[in-house]
């Protein structure tokens, strides 16, 4: 996916959407998907099409948007070496496509009267899945145009090949172009074939994409901030008693929201500021959304990210000890890491960002659902082939009740737009969960609207090419969490909640006055250009978001709207994360910092989820959405409503991140989000507001009608 890491704050993943029934659940704009057939022999033809093809001899369909939009004649530079293998990975096309859309969004919906009668995984299979022959007829085709199938798994036939037998079995040329930032090609040298690749017409309604033949796709990036990069992202553009302390942990600063009163800095506009919270340890946000005494037990929760850090569950186990958590038991922690099979680490940042990735995620889950189950799933990269796989992998076996993913990025970026083709397989992959009953959470970005304008969405930052959502949290399948700065109290209660949305101030060099270095990050929301409204949505987001974009040009109809709900995202209000790291002073170990951004809202959400499904006695809540907006939303006990400026909190609000490591003060003022904003009752930057005192209960007791079978 990515085209690298970007400086700053992400790292690199996958993408999605399809078109769905739009009077079920929503529809996808972006274009035409699938294959388009094209004249016998044109586009270069299948070599050695015959023997098991399955194919019409006289004719080759075009599998549409697979060649990336930044491959362009004039970026060639060369083509990649006869031997140089390749792994491709030819999806399938499912068995009805309306039906799945109309049984996932009636297993979804309270009242419908299929509302949780979830399948098993063999049941969707059997209804749902390609069929064996298709499977069959694709790999032997692939086997007959010299190709050597490596696997398949009923979504998927994965193939290797040198680069010279690719490019013969799939009627194109792979060339490599060169890397750039000016929108032309990824920001490093890339492969990708010269056109799309081409299928024999008979074997084209059997397949939905093709991923493997580009070594860089659209970036996607994992959506979290740490408060140390965070304060050097402040300046970037600049010419006590129990409080916890570490070499990544700035000094002062608060263990709980407003603790400690910068007194020795000019105050801002006119107010002392507290100290930015150290990093909140599990116990404070366990209290503040109504997790204590729930454990999880029963459930469990998958993560995906891309690599794997090696220290891991020894980190975890430490970081749980310091938070007076239970450490994993045997087995209650597992991997499923190919570290053999890993490619694109520097076009990705490289596995140490997603190792700060993964403990963010795993460590959100456990301090929120200490007795779950959680299940690590790192992708081979941060390509769209290499995390449709995954995700494939996870859903088909159903090999978890809830998936958190912490990453996202712009469908659109100055090096063109994700394949629809792509997008439709992410889609059928949210579509099929829903029936399973496997919740689906995703991070919505860390850059409020997406703007290039911004440091974060422009060209140093996601490439993003307009204002837009975060994709895949913009997917109408799936529960898109984004983000709000939380402060916590000294008795652990959540005493208001305002949009993660940061304004950054840089005190000058005489330490006289505090000086605008303009709006930073914030959670990600607004109105998606991609998809329609769907139906849980109707009669609860205002018109006036459903119906504009974030361009502030009138829909042609209702639309997608994101996020559904928030959780804590606020690196400077952030989780105490432990890991083994870089640290300052030029060694490697064991060290907490409080991280923040909607890759840590993702898991807190999941994790919350796994006590719902634990009070339950393990039924699985499937989808949330509709129950979410139809059963939850205006019940501040379930979910408290987040606006700018909360009920009793004056103005302005802000935190002061004192100097740290030779830089100067900064000042980060809370709930503002860009263009997005919070109000009362759902808004574009935190949806339906945050997870209130009884959420957990509320939602395991909404969410009736469960299947047995489906556990």
Not at 370 to 384: E, F, I, K, N, T
Request: aromatic share 6%; net charge negative; glycine share 16%.
């Amino acid at each position: 996916m990515p085209r690298g890491r970007r400086a700053g704050l992400k790292a690199a993943v996958g993408i999605v959407v399809g078109a769905t029934v739009a009077a079920v659940m929503g529809a996808l704009t972006l274009g035409a998907v699938g294959a388009q057939a094209v004249p016998a022999g044109g586009g270069g033809g299948i070599a050695g099409g015959g023997a098991g093809s399955g194919g019409d001899a006289g004719g080759v369909v075009a599998v549409a948007g697979v060649r990336p939009g930044w491959a362009a004649p004039q970026d060639v530079v060369g083509v990649p070496a006869p031997g140089d293998v390749v792994t491709a990975r030819v999806f399938l096309a499912g068995a009805d496509p309306r039906g799945l859309a109309a049984y996932a969004a009636a297993v979804s919906t309270p009242g419908d009267a299929d509302y949780g009668h979830f399948l098993t995984a063999s049941q969707a299979a059997a209804r749902f899945a390609p069929s064996a022959v298709s499977e069959r007829a694709v790999g032997s085709w692939l086997t007959g145009s010299g190709l050597r199938v490596t696997g398949a798994n009923g979504q998927y036939v994965e193939a290797v090949g040198t680069a010279a037998q690719v490019d013969r079995a799939f009627g194109v040329v792979l060339r490599d172009y060169k890397g750039g930032d000016d929108g032309s090609a990824p920001g490093t040298d890339a492969v990708a074939p010269d056109r799309d690749p081409v299928v024999p017409a008979a074997l084209a309604p059997d397949i939905a994409t093709i991923t493997g033949l580009s070594s860089l796709s659209q970036p996607m990036y994992a959506q979290h901030v740490t408060a140390a990069a965070a304060s050097e992202e402040l300046r970037r553009d600049d010419d006590g008693g129990g409080t916890p302390t570490g070499p990544l942990i700035p000094s002062p600063c608060s263990s709980y929201y407003g603790q400690e009163t910068d007194t020795k800095d000019p105050a801002f506009e006119g107010a002392r500021e507290p100290y930015a919270v150290c990093g909140y340890s599990a116990e404070q946000l366990r209290t503040a959304y109504g997790a204590v005494g729930h454990t999880g037990r029963g459930a469990t929760v998958a993560i995906v990210d891309a690599y794997d850090s090696p220290t891991m569950l020894a980190d975890a186990n430490e970081w749980s000890v310091a938070n007076g958590l239970p450490a994993f038991a045997a087995g209650q922690y597992t991997e499923h890491v190919t570290p053999s099979a890993w490619d694109d680490e520097s076009a990705c940042g490289g596995t140490s960002g997603w190792g700060s990735e993964q403990s963010l995620d795993v460590e959100a889950v456990h301090a929120m659902a200490p007795g779950a189950d959680v299940l690590y799933y790192g992708a081979d990269s941060c390509q769209d082939s290499d995390l449709l796989a995954a995700l494939s992998d996870l859903i088909t076996n159903h090999l978890a009740q809830i998936i958190s993913d912490s990453w996202g990025g712009p469908l659109h970026s100055t090096s063109g737009s994700e394949p629809a083709s792509t997008v439709a397989e992410y889609d059928h992959l949210f579509q099929l969960a829903a029936v399973e009953g496997i919740t689906m959470n995703f991070s919505s970005g860390d850059c409020g609207d997406n703007s290039p304008s911004t440091n974060c969405g422009g060209a140093n930052g996601e490439g993003s090419s307009s204002v837009q959502t975060t994709f895949p949290a913009s997917d109408p399948w799936v529960t898109a969490v984004g983000g709000t700065s939380a402060a916590i109290d000294a008795g652990g209660r959540l005493a208001w909640s305002t949009s993660w949305g940061t304004e950054a101030w840089l005190l000058n060099s005489a330490g006289t006055a505090w000086q605008s270095l303009g709006w930073v990050f914030g959670g990600g929301g607004g109105t998606s250009a991609d998809f329609a409204q769907p139906a849980y949505q109707v009669g609860v987001v205002p018109s006036s978001l459903a119906g504009t974009l974030l361009t502030g040009a009138a829909a042609g109809s209702a639309r997608r709207v994101v996020p559904d709900i928030s959780l804590d995202a606020d690196p400077f209000t952030g989780l105490l994360v432990g890991e083994t790291q870089a640290l300052p002073n030029g060694t490697t170990g064991y060290a907490e910092a409080a991280i923040g951004g909607t890759s840590l809202a993702s898991p807190l959400l999941s994790g919350l989820e796994a006590d719902a499904i634990a009070v339950r006695g393990g039924l699985p809540l499937g989808f949330v959405n509709p129950t979410l907006y139809g059963c939850m939303a205006g019940d501040s006990d379930s979910i408290r409503d987040v606006t700018g400026a909360p009920s009793g909190v004056a103005g302005p609000i802000a935190e002061v991140f004192p100097p740290f490591q030779g830089q100067a003060a900064a000042v980060s003022e809370l709930g503002q989000d860009g263009a997005l904003l919070a109000a009362p009752g759902y808004d574009d930057a935190t949806g339906l507001g945050t997870a209130g005192p009884w959420f957990i209960d509320d939602l395991a007791a909404t969410a009736t009608g469960q299947d047995s079978a489906a556990r």
